[in-house]
């Protein structure tokens, strides 16, 4: 069975709000709603996912937790590309530790948070961030119809599990079409220790829904040692393959990485003629790193991408430091609201000002994309091949 070792244990909000609280692009949101505080990463910043408090900033991928603090949820831990760092480059890789190599559909994350820490006959499923999307809703109706996918949820829930599905429509594209609306079973983690259950204790459990398909077996290459999986069948397969977005690697110690097809990635987003201004959306919208694995596929540096990264994030956190800067002196000086937004009304960030002063949440990203994004060119960005650097 996988350790859990890689894996903090987490049993409430302050078992892992201590080591995440500090960072400024891990949103901690209490949902007035449902009446649960949701932990999510909002974009991978340089300091993120790195150093000796990772292993707890990779559990903020939407762990979700009850009013009272318990641990409601716990979904899937951030996981990265090949070839996103170097520990990742496929020569690093201990491909003799690989335990499970699933298809990866193209559609959305999805986990049941139960209503209740004391009782699970009532659940709410979410994507990463939210309740009330429409993928969220879309789960919603699919399970509640059926009383065996109820039943079989509320028993994982009742025993400090979460199941966690990808959910496919034809109803909501992303690149791969579906024929039909469907859940589909990923994982199941232990709560508290974060550990995933092998997949022959998720067949023990009967799930009443399709468990993403092990497709290890394909990616056996015929050296010494047996049943060691091939680098160079899987390069080929995310070459040549089509029809397919990626495949997720699993390891003995429970962690993951991704590998994107290049048919995928070339509908999702151009890697040939990328230019510096989509890199910068891709930032943005929190899919850098779909973008990197791309061009580690396609023998591209991820250095330009790195770059244009560090630009945003350097701006965003010297704009957010100014802001606080000035709403900390105005409160030090008891300013009213009406004082500070006639001492500001001509600053450029004034709007970044008075929501702060106010209390209110402020989208740093949001703010870039309007007013900053422009700035980025539409010059291809350098083709630099990996070999050559």
Not at 97 to 123: A, H, N, Q
Not at 312 to 329: G, P, R
């Amino acid at each position: 069975s996988i350790g859990p070792k890689m894996f903090p244990k987490i049993s409430c909000l302050n078992d892992l709000l201590p080591f995440v609280k500090d960072k400024e692009n891990i949103r901690v949101k209490f949902d007035e709603t449902f009446k649960k505080t949701v932990v999510c990463y909002m974009i991978q910043a340089d300091d993120l996912f790195v150093g000796e408090n990772a292993a707890y900033e990779k559990e903020c991928r939407g762990i979700t937790f009850h009013e009272t603090g318990e641990i409601a949820c716990r979904t899937l831990h951030k996981f990265k590309n090949i070839g996103e760092n170097e520990s990742l480059q496929p020569q690093n890789i201990r491909w003799a530790d690989v335990t499970r190599i699933s298809l990866k559909k193209d559609g959305s994350m999805l986990t049941p948070v139960p209503m209740s820490p004391d009782e699970f006959s009532t659940f709410k499923f979410k994507t990463k961030k939210s309740f009330d999307t429409k993928e969220a809703l879309l789960g919603d109706d699919l399970v509640h119809k059926s009383l065996v996918k109820s039943i079989w949820i509320k028993m994982m829930l009742a025993n400090g599990m979460t199941p966690t599905f990808e959910v496919t429509s034809p109803r909501m594209p992303i690149v791969v079409l579906y024929k039909e609306d469907e859940l589909t079973l990923l994982h199941i983690r232990e709560n508290e220790s974060g550990r995933y259950l092998t997949e022959e204790e998720i067949k023990n459990f009967k799930p009443p829904f399709p468990i993403v398909e092990n497709v290890m077996y394909k990616f056996i290459g015929s050296g010494v040692p047996a049943n060691l999986v091939s680098w160079d069948k899987l390069k080929e397969y995310a070459e040549t393959a089509v029809g397919e977005e990626s495949v997720v690697i699993q390891f003995k110690s429970g962690d993951m990485v991704k590998l994107k097809t290049s048919w995928y990635v070339s509908l999702h987003r151009s890697i040939t003629f990328t230019r510096v201004r989509d890199v910068a959306r891709a930032v943005l919208m929190d899919q850098v790193d779909d973008l990197k694995g791309a061009f580690v596929i396609g023998g591209r540096s991820i250095d330009p991408i790195v770059k244009i990264e560090k630009e945003i994030f350097d701006k965003i956190h010297e704009v957010k430091e100014l802001v606080s800067e000035i709403v900390a002196d105005g409160k030090a000086l008891s300013l009213t609201q009406k004082d500070m937004a006639l001492r500001f009304n001509k600053h450029i960030h004034f709007g970044l000002i008075m929501n702060t002063f106010n209390g209110k949440t402020v989208d740093y990203l949001a703010w870039y994309s309007k007013y900053h994004l422009d700035s980025h060119s539409l010059m291809v960005i350098d083709q630099t091949l990996v070999e050559d650097e």
